[in-house]
C-alpha cells in the first residue's frame, strides 16, 4: 500500500493513470503527447506507476504498452473506503438531498416605491382597518415577536384564510412573519414574508420577500398576488383610494 499511496499522491501520475483509463493500451509517445513533459519525465513517472503495480508494461517490437492495473486501487478501496462508506455517506446523501430540496424551494422578492413616510407605510402593514381596505382581508395581531397573526375575511364571518407566526418586528423598518395556515406554528421551513421600509431620498422603498414556497404553484399565486397588493397599498397611501376594479384578483391566500 506504501508504494501505491506514493504513486497517487503526485498529481502527474494520476493524469497518467486517468489518461489510461480512458484509453487503454498506449505508446510511451502517445502519453507524452497528452503532457507536455518530456519522455524522460513521463518514463520516470511510468516507472513508479509500474513499481506500485498500477499498471502493466508490455513491449511489442521496439514500443512499450501501457496498461492499466486497477486491482491494487480496488484493494485500497476495499480496505480504507468501504468498511466506512456506507453510515458515513450515507450521512452526506441525506444532509446533500436536503441542501438540494431547500434551494429547490422557489422565493418571490417585490419591490415598490411609495409617496409615503415610512410611519405611514408601516402603519398600512399593520392596521387592521387599512389592511382591511386594500387588502380585502383585515391582518390581525398585536404585532410583537411570537405573537400569532391572522388573515381575517372583511366580510364580517371572523372567518381567517390565512395566518402564522410574527417572528420580527422593528418599527418602521422591518416586519418578518410566516404566512400559511391560520394558527399554524412557526417551523424552519415555513413560507416566510419579510416586509422592508427604507426611506429612499422623499420617497419610500418597500420590499417584499417571500420564501420557502413549497410548489412552483405557489409561486405563480404569489407573483400575481403581492403586485396586487402592493399596487393597492400604494394607491390607497398616495391617492387615498384604492384602485378600481381591475382585471386582477388577490389570491385568497394572500
Excluded at 412557526?186 to 429612499?200: G, K, M
Aim: hydrophobic fraction near 40%; proline fraction near 7%.
Amino acid at each position: 500500500m506504501d508504494l501505491v499511496f506514493k504513486a497517487l499522491a503526485d498529481p502527474t501520475r494520476r493524469r497518467l493513470l486517468d489518461s489510461l483509463r480512458e484509453e487503454d493500451g498506449q505508446t510511451l509517445g502517445r502519453l507524452c503527447s497528452r503532457l507536455a513533459m518530456t519522455r524522460q519525465s513521463v518514463t520516470q513517472h511510468l516507472e513508479v506507476l509500474r513499481e506500485a503495480n498500477l499498471i502493466s508494461v508490455v513491449r511489442r517490437g521496439r514500443e512499450r504498452w501501457h496498461y492499466l492495473n486497477p486491482v491494487p486501487i480496488h484493494e485500497l478501496q476495499q480496505r480504507w473506503i468501504a468498511p466506512f462508506e456506507q453510515p458515513r455517506l450515507g450521512v452526506l446523501e441525506a444532509i446533500r438531498r436536503q441542501a438540494e430540496e431547500t434551494r429547490m424551494k422557489p422565493d418571490f422578492v417585490y419591490v415598490t416605491y411609495i409617496h409615503a413616510t415610512p410611519e405611514r407605510v408601516w402603519e398600512a402593514l399593520t392596521d387592521a382597518d387599512l389592511t382591511g381596505a386594500y387588502w380585502g382581508h383585515s391582518n390581525v395581531s398585536d404585532w410583537r415577536p411570537g405573537s400569532p397573526w391572522e388573515h381575517r375575511r372583511v366580510d364580517g364571518s371572523g372567518v381567517a384564510d390565512a395566518g402564522g407566526v410574527v417572528l420580527e418586528v422593528e418599527p418602521p423598518r422591518r416586519l418578518v412573519m410566516t404566512f400559511g395556515e391560520a394558527g399554524a406554528a412557526a417551523r424552519p421551513d415555513s413560507s416566510t414574508v419579510t416586509f422592508l421600509v427604507e426611506p429612499y431620498h422623499d420617497i419610500v422603498r418597500l420590499t417584499v420577500t417571500h420564501v420557502n414556497l413549497a410548489t412552483d404553484d405557489d409561486l405563480a399565486a404569489v407573483s400575481l398576488g403581492w403586485p396586487a397588493v402592493m399596487a393597492n397599498l400604494k394607491s390607497l397611501l398616495e391617492t387615498g383610494r384604492v384602485l378600481p376594479q381591475a382585471p386582477w384578483e388577490v389570491p385568497a391566500s394572500l
